[in-house]
């Protein structure tokens, strides 16, 4: 026996058919189906981009297989990178202080 579902799914089917036409069917499938596809293609390659970036690069003989993942510094370590390039002394000092000296040496460095 028929229950609640089956009978809804018969009845759209019977309003598909009488509002477009038995011809009109098989076009509809089809742009369903192509939707499905395109969907899937698009979810696999965002999948797969995502992936790519998690994973760290392997390197062939001569070929990089992945692209290299970025390293992201620290704030202290960018810090302490500005203040070697600056010439600036960081031994014993504290961050406060390092800025400090960074502002200061760039205020000195800008006004020449």
Known sequence: ???GWEWIIIGVVAIVIIMWGPAKIPEFAK???RAKGEFSKAQKEFTDAASSTLTAPTVNA???TQKPVIAIKTKD???LETAQKLGISTDGKTREEISEEISIKVKLLSAQ
């Open 62 to 64: 001569t070929v990089m």
């Open 77 to 79: 370590e960018m810090l």
């Open 1 to 3: 026996m028929l229950e």
């Open 31 to 33: 742009s369903l189906g």
